[in-house]
């Protein structure tokens, strides 16, 4: 298994305030890149969020492929999105993609 980081765009739709910023952060801690050698050196934030309503997660996730990796990503932040309320339709995510591979542990 490999160890890449994982960023997966969005949008909020409708916005979303400081509070269900603060519980999504607290959703995806779990795969917080900081926790690798890449994420700490590139200080990569788990959760940025943008004046426009569009978001980056950030996430590390062990897998087998690059395309494992992506859809493992997409499902994390799927799933952490889901668990603040919030759905496909008040935030669409984007196509995932390896931000790095992670060479150290």
Same mark, same amino acid.
């Given at each position: 298994m490999t160890t890449y980081v994982i960023s997966v765009p969005g949008t909020f739709t409708d916005g979303a305030e400081e509070a269900t910023r603060a519980e999504l952060a607290r959703a995806l801690r779990p795969a917080d890149p900081h926790r690798t050698h890449l994420g700490t050196e590139e200080d990569l934030d788990i959760l940025t969020v943008h004046d426009d309503g569009t978001f980056t997660v950030r996430l590390t996730v062990e897998a087998d492929s690059g395309p494992d990796a992506e859809r493992e990503a997409r499902g994390f932040a799927r799933s952490a999105l889901s668990s603040v309320g919030l759905d496909d339709g008040? !935030? &669409?995510? +984007? &196509? !995932?993609? /390896?931000? +790095? /591979?992670?060479?150290?542990d």
């Open positions: 008040t !935030a &669409p995510l +984007g &196509p !995932a993609v /390896i931000t +790095g /591979i992670d060479s150290e």
